[in-house]
């Protein structure tokens, strides 16, 4: 779950310190990532990521700081030392202001007909693998072959001091594969990255052997 709180707080402090205007933005990557190289299995990548940006307006001055430290204190602190130097290098800027626009409240979600987490570790490298036997069945010499599969589930808080409060949580999944052809002593290399928006469905569509 994502610290919406801290979230919330990012933006009061950073109006206590004399921000006209502030924005955070927290988010947390839940990532699964498979490798083949010419057949063989790489080591797979399970990651956890998160992380908190913060926009302001100080001063008629734009600033900007982001962490993927969430600890409340040490944020108070980047917090403080952004207002400061947006401050003083707003003395040579030009006055910065942003569009009107209401304030919004949503939540949304991409649904996963079928949910990474259903799809055991090996059933997402036997793609990789079904696809690499399909490379070999052409007969083309292809040396060099590295192809990757990778999920992720991104949860986000989006949090202005107009009154929008946005919450997503939205799962993609990408296919990439790098190629090294031979013919003779020539060589001839491609590469290609799909992607899309939604769950395990989506790989079961793509025709990749």
């Known amino acids: 779950m994502i610290d919406k709180d801290l979230a919330d707080f990012s933006i009061e402090y950073a109006q206590k310190l004399g921000a006209s205007y502030a924005e955070a933005r927290i988010d947390n990557h839940s990532v699964n990532a498979f490798m083949l190289k010419n057949g063989v299995p790489e080591i797979s990548g399970f990651d956890r990521l998160s992380g908190i940006g913060i926009r302001f307006i100080v001063n008629k001055g734009l600033g900007f700081v982001s962490t993927n430290n969430l600890d409340k204190q040490r944020l108070k602190g980047l917090i403080e030392k952004a207002i400061a130097s947006t401050k003083e290098a707003a003395r040579f ?60 589930e991104t949860e986000e808080y989006l949090v202005n001091t107009d009154g929008t409060a946005i919450t997503g949580i939205v799962p993609k999944v990408s296919f990439f594969y790098y190629l090294t052809v031979q013919n003779g002593t020539q060589t001839m290399q491609r590469f290609w990255h799909k992607g899309n928006s939604g769950g395990f469905e989506d790989v079961n569509q793509w025709d990749m052997a």
């Open 93 to 152: 800027k030009e006055n910065i202001t942003l569009a009107d626009d209401k304030a919004h409240r949503k939540t949304y979600e991409l649904k996963q007909k079928v949910k990474f987490d259903n799809v055991d570790p090996e059933d997402k490298m036997g793609v990789l693998m079904e696809a690499d036997k399909a490379i070999l069945a052409t007969k083309v010499k292809v040396p060099g072959r590295y192809i990757s599969l990778t999920d992720t």
